[in-house]
C-alpha cells in the first residue's frame, strides 16, 4: 500500500470517527508524562543513558541539595514543567510555553559550549511503538482507552 493510500485511508477513518480530538489531547498527556519520566530516570530519546556532568556542575549541583545519582536534567524542573499541549486540528502537539524553558530545553538538546547535546526532546522506539497503536485504536474504536 502506498504512504497517500494509507494517507486517505486514515482521512476517512478520522472522518468517521467522533472525539478523536479529545483522544488526541489525553495521548498527548500521555506521552508528556513519559518524557519527564524517562528524562528524570536518566534516559534521552534513543533510550541512552545522558552523558555526565561536568565536575564544575556536579561539585556545584551537589553543594545546592540537589539529587546527582543520575543525569536528569532537572535543577529546579523550570525546563521540564515548561511542556505543554495543545489541540490542534486531528492531534496534538507538545511545545515549551515560555521562553526560558525553550532555551534550557535548546541548550540541554543540542549542548552549548562545552556542554554535551543530551537528546530528550523526542519519542522513544516504544513510545512510538505506543503511538502507532493508541492512533489505530483511536481511529478505529474512537476512544484510546476503551477495549
Not at 34 to 43: D, E, F, L
Request: no cysteine; aromatic share 12%.
Amino acid at each position: 500500500m502506498s504512504i497517500d493510500s494509507y494517507i486517505k485511508k486514515i482521512d476517512n477513518f478520522s472522518k468517521n470517527v467522533k472525539s478523536t480530538d479529545k483522544e488526541f489531547v489525553k495521548l498527548g498527556g500521555v506521552l508528556h508524562s513519559q518524557i519527564i519520566k524517562r528524562t528524570h530516570s536518566g534516559k534521552d530519546a534513543n533510550l541512552k543513558k545522558f552523558k555526565e556532568y561536568s565536575k564544575n556542575y556536579y561539585d556545584y549541583k551537589k553543594d545546592s541539595g540537589r539529587p546527582v545519582a543520575n543525569v536528569n536534567l532537572s535543577f529546579y524542573g523550570q525546563m521540564l514543567n515548561g511542556i505543554s499541549k495543545k489541540k490542534i486540528t486531528k492531534g496534538v502537539r507538545l511545545f515549551f510555553n515560555n521562553a526560558d524553558a525553550l532555551k534550557k530545553m535548546i541548550s540541554n538538546h543540542y549542548g552549548e559550549g562545552r556542554k554535551p547535546a543530551r537528546p530528550f526532546w523526542g519519542w522513544d522506539k516504544m513510545q512510538i511503538k505506543f503511538i502507532n497503536k493508541a492512533i489505530v485504536h483511536i481511529l478505529r474504536r474512537g476512544n484510546l482507552w476503551s477495549t
